[in-house]
Each structure stands twice: as C-alpha cells, then as structure tokens.
C-alpha cells in the first residue's frame, strides 16, 4: 500500500487504534497502537515507497518520490539517503557536483548499487573543493558505468575510498584527476576493479593495502605509481595496460600476482624509477615490461618470480636485484635493455647483489654487456642464452666475491672487446660454450674459475685468458678450446706460476693451452654453432671426431642440451658441452618378444590441428609479422614449441619454408608437448611472405572487458545488480 502523504501514516493509525479501544477488543487496540510506536516518521522530502531503486538526473527534484526517471531526485546525495541495504541507485547523465554532507564525500555504508549510463556522460565531480565516493562500515556496494573526478585531500580524499570492512565491485568507471590517490583501499574487505581507467591522480592511481582483484583497465599518467600495492596488499592484477606514469608503472610491496599485463613508459619524468619495483613477494606471468627508464628493480628483501614475458628496451638496466633480496626468471626474454649506459662499467640486462636463477631465458642485443655481479651476488644460469651483447663490458662480469655457476647454458656471438665472460670472484661452468665472441672468451682475472665439459670456441680473441694460472682457475676438466682466433688460450709460463689444473682429458687446436692433446681445426671435426636440439645452440662433434667418447672422470647425466640428451652415449662422455648421438630413451622395465614379425608403422608426424580461426605469426605475438589467419579445422605440420612458452610453431600452410607461430590455447597438437624441439625466437622483422589482408583485430587478442548486463528480477522485473 502507497501512503499518500507523509503525516498519513500516524494520523491513519490513531483513527483505527480509537476505533477499536470505542467499539471493539482491547488487545487489538494495543496491537494498532504499538504499531503506532513503532512506525519511522519519514524525512518531509520523500514519500514511503515500495521500490528498491531510485532515479537520479539532472532534471529531478529533492522533494520527488525519486522512485522512478520522472519522479527523479535532483542530487545522489538524497538518494543515498533514501536507500536501504540491497537497493539500486540509477544515475542519468550529466556532471553532478554534490553539495555532500560536513564529510565533504558521498558515504556509503548500506549495501548499494551505484549505476551510471556511461563513464562519458555520468560524472561525480568533487569540483576541486569535495572528495569523492567513500565507503565503509560492512557495506558492499557496486559501482559501474560512471566517472568520478577532481576529488581533493582531506576530503577525506581520494576519488574512492574502502575503508573497514566494506567490499566494493567498481566496474566500467573513470577515475581522473584524484587527490591523492585515484583509488585507496585500506580495509579488510575485497575489492575488485573491472575495466577502470585511473588516470592524473596527485599520487598513486591505485593505493592497494588490502585485496584486490584487477581485470583489464589502463592507469596512466598519474603523480607517482601507476599502482601501488603496501606491505598489506594482496594484489592480482590480470590484462592490465599500465603506462606513463610519473614513477613505477607498479609498485608491489605486498603479497602480488601479475598476469598478462603490459607494463610501459614509466618512470621518465622523475627518474631512476622502473616498470615494476618490487618490495614484497611478486609473481608475474606473461607480463610485458617495455621501455620504461629501468624495467624491474627487486629492492632488499623483495622476492620475484617470473614466468615468461618480457623486459625489453630500457634506457636502464632491465633487472636489478638488491642485496637481501631474490629473483627467479623462467623462460623470460631480456632484450635491448641499457642504451643510457653504454660503454660504462653499468650492465644493460642484469645487476645483482642478491640472488638471481635465471632458467630457459634469453638474454638478447643489451647495449652494454648483459649480467654485472657484486661481491655479495649470487646467480645461476640454467639453459639459458646469452647472445648479442654489445658495449664495452663483458657480456657476464663476476666481482670480487661474487658467486655464479653457469649450466648448460650459452654464450655466443657477444661484440665486447673485452670478452665474452670476466671473472673475478667464484665461478663455476658445466656443460656450456663460449663462442663467436667478438674478443676473448673467458678471462680468468682473479678469484675461482671451475671449468668442466665446456667448450670455448670460434672467438675472434683468445679463447682462455689466465695471467695467473692456478691463482685464478681452479679446475679444467674435459675441455674442447678450438679454433679461436688469436690463440686458443693465453696462460703465463713466469716463474712461479702454477699452471692451470688440468684433469680428464682436454683438447686445444694450437698447443696454447698445453692441455697435452692437441689437433688441427680440421681434424676436430667440430661443426659451427647450431641448432642440435634443445635450448641453446650447440657445436656438435661430427662423425669420426677425436673428442668423441674420449673424457674421462665423472660424466655429467647430460651434455648441454636437456636432460633428454644424455650422457654418455656409448662406453664413454665426449670431451666438451655436446655428446655426440642420438637422444636415449626410458625403456620399459620389460622387454615383449613379440612371436611374429609385425608390420613396421611409419612413426607418427607430429601436427597441431587449429580448433578455432588464429592469427599465425612470424613469432610470438604482435612484435612481429601478422601472416594470415588459420581457420578453425585445419591441421598443419608442427614443427615444434617456442622458446617463448604459449606458442607452437607449424609450417605456414601454403608457402614452403616459412613458419606459423600459433597461441597454444588455439590448437592441439597430435604430440605430448615434451617431445618438441624448441624453436628459437627470431628477430623481428617487417617482411610478411605472402601476407594476407590482416583481419580487423586479432582472433586472440585480448578485449578490453565489457559491460555485463544485468540480470532481470523475474518479480519485480528490474535489474538485480
């Protein structure tokens, strides 16, 4: 029942209560006049109503009833007071400066729903003088298609403050122009950003202090981080765009996971500020740091890990690791990090003072050598590859009390003159190779060099530099030192230098090193660095070569490749980081004799078949070549698995010799995963062999997130969010 006007209520009530104590039982009396007591007296500027949602607009007026887009109320301020737990406030367009109340913010702490019809056309505007949205209590309230603006400090500030337990769900919204923070969560409830643009906050766009859960969005151009996460934080950020902030594109200080997210363009106005600064415990997956002025800095007793993704064209360094703290990279790329710091004694790739496990990664094309580690470092490279290092430091440099070991691994092709590797601390190398280096290979200056199935070769330098001898290597074990350019090694004969320890059997191409055994380049028999298989390139040993199954000693369980490639394959290990042979596989425990001669079948062909229409790329991603668009159905020979994970590559299905770099969640190969080569990223390129007309957006690409409908009440027939 509508009551027609507010004093109705009452008045209506005492009629009936006078009835009933004139002419009917007393109990009904006192029933109608407890009624009485009990019953609110509404404000004198709205009716009693019998709906959940109110109406806003510019046209409405304070004193409607506000219960429907013609009865609409004037400020949304009225209708908040209105609202009850679970109701829904719709808000029309226009720019809506509120008066607010003496908390100079609109304070939320019912359970409502806020929502505009446009983060352009609905705008909650502080105005300069007002703070914005404010909630808190154990409210949990839902905000979507709408901006707020030009909230002031100590209003109570911000553009939208949690606070308490209250939960928020803010979808589809525009926060600009915030002081400080575009966005501060400092309760004990979640909250959870859909598709929010944060941009020009005084401060942080976000100021993370307790959960969160981000999907997609841009936060950009504001005073300090893009988003910052305290030391209370529970960050999860996933598809996000992160660019052009005054100072580090994320700050991540709590408990934080990252995924899919580019990360760019941080950092340059106020400088020595990074894509990610990481004080806490972080874990990113495929996210994209590009071109801010330092890529990640992990400061002291942070903890990084990261999966895949890339750091990539830094001005800075593109890794720095701090004392105290930690860093693990699997299968991530570093790539042109370092241009301000060419030709100084500042790494372009890496520095650490910590510890640093880098596994299945490349580091690719640094301005000035790529790994820099102090006295109080420690780091580990695992299948990994160092190629293209330019400047004039090494591509690895070791300190004095560093600590490094370096495991089937790969250095080649590194243009310092200086060399490709300088130790001065303890360093140890096992199943690895230092090749194409433009000066010397490894340089034994100080310290602790342990050398142990490795080869050294084709450098245009020496291969191995010790002035010192014995001071400064420690061991040389199953050594292949061939064909470098200057001499295979340089190692002083003065008085009183011990010459270098030698055990097993080493193998040089020019006497220098005097290991012993010596034959000329050709009689060697040692290809050109290749692709042999796994994940970095090898200098096979060819048939009939004298470093085949002539080690001795202990033998590692593999050479350089992966462990499928094990050793030794025959009576003996081959001298150097490649073991000659095929791959040895696990047979079962036992063997079935079978009782007639079977049909031989010919061996599977690895394919992929596509199961929805995909972009096939010249490589991972939209950093390179688009070259048409597989349809769904369609099967193609498959080749093998990106060094980057996520990607098969297959044979282009009409041009001969070209490749299709194709997203793992669109295909399915008729092979276990671990059966493939690992196919090398290659350069980016701008040719396209036999380009299609691209399609308008990428089958895969991932899309900003939009707005979901609501659903309809299938009572009162009104949307339930």
Not at 337 to 362: C, W
Not at 426 to 446: E, K, P, R, W, Y
Request: proline share 6%; hydrophobic share 40%.
């Amino acid at each position: 029942m509508k009551i027609s006007s507010p004093a109705a209520a009452p008045r209506l009530l005492l009629v009936l209560a006078l009835l009933a104590l004139a002419c009917g039982p007393l109990d009904l009396a006192r029933q109608i006049l407890e009624g009485l007591a009990a019953t609110p007296t509404p404000t004198a500027s709205f009716e009693l109503h019998e709906s959940s949602i109110w109406y806003v607009t510019k046209e409405g007026d304070d004193l409607n009833s506000c219960d429907s887009p013609e009865q609409a109320c004037l400020t949304i301020t009225e209708a908040v007071a209105r609202a009850d737990d679970d109701d829904v406030i719709n808000i029309g367009a226009g720019v809506f400066a509120e008066t607010m109340t003496s908390q100079q913010a609109l304070v939320l702490t019912e359970n409502l729903v806020l929502r505009g019809v446009g983060i352009d056309a609905t705008v909650i505007d502080g105005g300069g003088t007002r703070g914005g949205i404010f909630m808190s209590s154990d409210a949990i309230v839902t905000i979507r298609n709408l901006s707020v603006s030009n909230a002031v400090v100590g209003a109570p500030g911000n553009c939208i403050s949690v606070r308490n337990e209250a939960s928020a769900r803010i979808q589809d919204v525009k926060l600009e122009n915030c002081a400080p923070n575009g966005l501060e969560h400092l309760g004990t409830g979640q909250v959870t950003l859909l598709n929010v643009e944060v941009t020009a906050a005084v401060q942080a766009g976000v100021f993370a202090g307790g959960e969160m859960e981000v999907q997609g969005g841009r936060f950009h151009a504001n005073g300090t981080s893009g988003i910052l996460s305290i030391f209370s934080g529970r960050l999860a950020l996933t598809d996000s765009l992160v660019e052009d902030n005054v100072g580090d594109g994320l700050t991540l200080n709590g408990i934080d996971e990252v995924s899919g997210a580019i990360i760019r363009n941080n950092g340059f106005i106020s400088p020595n500020h990074s894509g990610v600064g990481v004080g806490g415990q972080a874990t990113l997956t495929n996210v994209h740091i590009t071109a801010n002025d330092y890529g990640i800095r992990v400061q002291e007793s942070g903890e990084l890990t990261l999966v895949g993704g890339e750091i990539s064209d830094h001005v800075k360094v593109g890794l720095t690791v701090a004392e105290g703290a930690s860093a693990t990279l699997t299968g991530a790329v570093l790539s042109a990090n370092g241009s301000i710091f060419r030709d100084t004694s500042i790494a372009g790739q890496a520095e650490n003072k910590g510890t640093l496990l880098l596994v299945r990664s490349l580091l690719t094309g640094s301005h000035n050598g790529a790994i820099v580690n102090f006295g109080t470092g420690s780091f580990t490279l695992r299948e990994t590859a160092v190629v293209d290092s330019g400047g004039s430091l090494p591509a690895l440099v070791n300190y004095e009390d560093g600590r490094g070991l370096i495991e089937r691994s790969l250095f080649a092709d590194n243009h310092a003159s200086a060399g490709a590797i300088d130790n001065r601390g303890i360093l140890s190398l096992i199943n690895s190779t230092v090749s194409g280096s433009d000066g010397n290979g490894i340089m034994a200056v100080s310290g602790s060099l342990s050398l142990s199935y490795v080869t050294i070769a084709d450098n245009a330098g020496i291969g191995l530099v010790s002035q010192t001898g014995a001071a400064a290597v420690a061991r040389v074990e199953n050594v292949l030192v061939a064909r470098n350019g200057l001499e295979d090694c340089q190692v002083s004969t003065a008085a009183g230098v011990v010459p270098l320890p030698l055990s097993g059997v080493n193998i040089d191409t020019d006497g220098r090193c005097r290991f012993g055994l010596t034959y000329a380049p050709a009689a060697l028999l040692l290809d050109v660095l290749a692709d042999n298989g796994g994940f970095t390139f090898t200098h096979a040993l060819l048939p009939g070569s004298p470093a085949i199954e002539s080690a001795t000693g202990t033998c590692p369980a593999t050479d350089q490749r992966s462990d499928e490639f094990t050793r030794p394959f025959g009576p003996a290990c081959d001298v150097g980081a490649y073991e000659a042979g095929g791959v040895i596989l696990s047979l079962p425990a036992t063997l079935e004799i079978p009782t007639e001669t079977p049909t031989p079948e010919a061996p599977q062909q690895p394919s992929l078949t596509v199961n929805t229409d995909t972009a096939c790329y010249n490589g991972p991603g939209q950093g390179w070549p688009y070259l048409l668009t597989v349809n769904a159905g369609t099967t193609l020979p498959l080749v093998g698995y990106g060094f980057q994970p996520g990607w098969y590559v297959a044979q282009h299905p009409t041009v001969q010799g070209v490749l299709c770099w194709l997203a793992e969640t669109d295909v399915t190969p008729n092979v276990p995963l671990e059966t493939l080569r690992l196919i090398s990223i290659p350069p980016r390129i701008t040719a396209t062999p036999a380009a299609t007309k691209p399609p308008d957006q990428d089958p895969r690409e991932t899309k900003t997130p939009q707005p979901t409908p609501c659903p309809t009440n299938p009572n009162s027939q009104q949307p339930e969010c």
